[in-house]
């Protein structure tokens, strides 16, 4: 059984950066696609972005294209995503999860395993 973690959130001014982490523990996940998603108040969990276990397959929702980055250690067994220029409407809690099958897919039912998420709020 593995255990993800997430790390690094946080209350950030509009315009700024955030860097999240999401560790594993129980078994490697260098083999499995890793994503991010996210959940605001009275919303539907949402796509972020996702990486195959290689990165040569990587998707991002078009809501954070060319301001967030994700990115992954498999020899540290941890995903991460940048976050910069940030805005209100990317306030929610970020969720990381791991999907078995290893395609990089954007529904959350995909995914096998979550974290236990991170709040990221961003001011005005």
């Known amino acids: 059984q593995v255990q993800l973690v997430e790390s690094g959130g946080g209350l950030v001014q509009a315009g700024g950066s955030l860097r999240l982490s999401c560790a594993a523990s129980?078994?490697?996940?260098?083999?499995?696609?890793l994503g991010w998603f996210r959940q605001a108040p009275g919303k539907e969990r949402e796509f972020v972005a996702a990486?195959?276990?290689?990165?040569?397959?990587?998707l991002y929702a078009d809501s954070v294209k060319g301001r967030f980055t994700i990115s992954r250690d498999n020899a540290k067994n941890t995903v991460y995503l940048q976050m910069n220029s940030l805005k209100p409407e990317d306030t929610a809690i970020y969720y990381c999860?791991?999907?078995?099958?290893?395609?990089?897919?954007?529904?959350?039912?995909?995914?096998?395993?979550w974290g236990q998420g991170t709040q990221v709020t961003v001011s005005s």
């Open positions: 129980g078994r490697t996940v260098s083999r499995y696609t």
């Open positions: 990486m195959n276990w290689s990165g040569s397959r990587i």
């Open positions: 999860g791991e999907d078995l099958t290893n395609v990089v897919l954007t529904t959350a039912s995909a995914y096998d395993y």
